[in-house]
């Protein structure tokens, strides 16, 4: 039987708030830092905070486009004032989708 939506809803934050802590302690591990429970806390409620307002950008974005897919593009306005951010996005998207070189046929045409 499927969970309700709100269940489905909660489950999600709850992975959500894991992952970030779980990333959160890789990488205060790797500085050599201790992890404060109350800073992971307070960080998860940061980015949850944060992911509400780029889906609401990004779901204007997609509106304004006259579409009902989310774009990179749409992922593209969204990091535009932040320049190294942007640059970044843009790299990591021509290595997942490279730009398409046309080859021309050397083969004359019919006239």
Do not use: W
């Amino acid at each position: 039987m499927a969970n309700p939506p709100s269940q489905e809803a909660d489950h999600l934050v709850e992975a959500f708030r894991y992952t970030v802590a779980k990333l959160f302690l890789q990488q205060a591990q790797k500085d050599h830092l201790k992890a404060d429970k109350e800073a992971i806390f307070v960080l998860s409620e940061l980015l949850l905070g944060y992911i509400e307002i780029l889906t609401a950008d990004l779901e204007a974005f997609c509106r304004h486009g006259k579409r009902t897919t989310i774009t990179a593009d749409d992922v593209l306005l969204c990091c535009r004032r932040n320049e190294n951010l942007k640059e970044k996005m843009e790299r990591f998207l021509r290595t997942i989708n490279p730009p398409l070189t046309h080859s021309f046929s050397s083969k004359k045409r019919k006239e």
